[in-house]
């Protein structure tokens, strides 16, 4: 692991590093018409629901896109992509750390590194 991805590990905040290590909490803030995305283009579906959520921990906004084709009988809806916009500091972007994305047991260790009371170290 570069030194670069060590130093930004070390930096990040407890929250983030929670999120990245077990995952986020999602709370489902509400539903929205919203525009299709690219891909949908050629499947013929003509209504598009976002389903926006955030993480209760360090708030990383997620939404769902789903597309159905309407019509008068009901129609199941296909989850087609997932969005997300983190918040300032949760995404690493130095030119030196590209490819080099961190494993779920870095972020693990790194977790624990920090949290693990001393008597389990």
């Known amino acids: 692991m570069s030194l ?28 929205s018409e919203v ?3 690219e891909s949908a283009t050629a499947l013929g579906l003509n209504q598009f629901i976002g389903r926006q ?6 708030e990383v906004i997620r939404t769902d896109i789903f597309g159905r084709r309407r019509t008068s ?9 997932v969005r997300y916009r983190y918040p300032g500091g949760y995404q690493y972007s130095s ?10 047991q870095v972020y693990d260790n ?12």
């Open 4 to 31: 670069e991805v060590k130093k930004w590990l070390k930096d990040m905040s407890p929250l983030f590093l929670r999120c990245r290590s077990i995952r986020h909490a999602w709370d489902v803030k509400g539903y």
């Open 35 to 37: 525009d299709p995305p």
């Open 53 to 58: 959520m955030q993480c209760v921990h360090c």
């Open 73 to 81: 009988a009901p129609a199941m809806f296909r989850k087609l992509t």
């Open 95 to 104: 030119k030196e750390m590209v490819g080099t994305r961190p494993t779920m």
């Open 110 to 121: 790194e977790s624990l590194a920090r949290t693990l009371p001393a008597e389990l170290q």
